[in-house]
């Protein structure tokens, strides 16, 4: 997996995200200070996405895109704190081999 953070993204990067997103749901997510990004095989990112929401309170998408290899990228979104808490979460429960990988 890799994980990337983008503390206080800019507008046109949030809208990437938000016009890529997967989700049949139309709304802004409520709090955008922080976007943490996910990448990696399907089954990690469904565990990586229930670790993460129930962690804290964050938001999270599956985002579209076209990776030969069939990798799944994930947007976490919240404020900074609770999605760096997201990823790092996320982190050790795969470092841990808690049914992520």
């Known amino acids: 997996m890799e994980f990337r953070i983008i503390k206080s993204p800019s ?11 997967g989700s ?8 955008v200070d ?4 996910v990448q990696g095989r399907m089954i990690e990112m469904v565990v990586a996405a229930d670790i993460a929401e129930k962690a804290v309170g964050v938001t999270v998408e ?12 994930l947007a976490i979104f919240g404020d900074t704190a609770s999605v760096a808490e997201a990823l790092s979460e996320i982190k050790r429960k795969a470092e841990e081999g808690a049914d992520i990988c």
């Open 24 to 31: 049949l749901k139309s709304e802004t997510p409520p709090c």
């Open 62 to 73: 599956d985002i579209r895109g076209s990776c030969p290899q069939n990798m799944i990228l």
């Open 11 to 21: 507008p046109g990067t949030v809208d990437i995200l938000l016009r890529r997103k």
């Open 34 to 37: 922080a976007i943490g990004l």
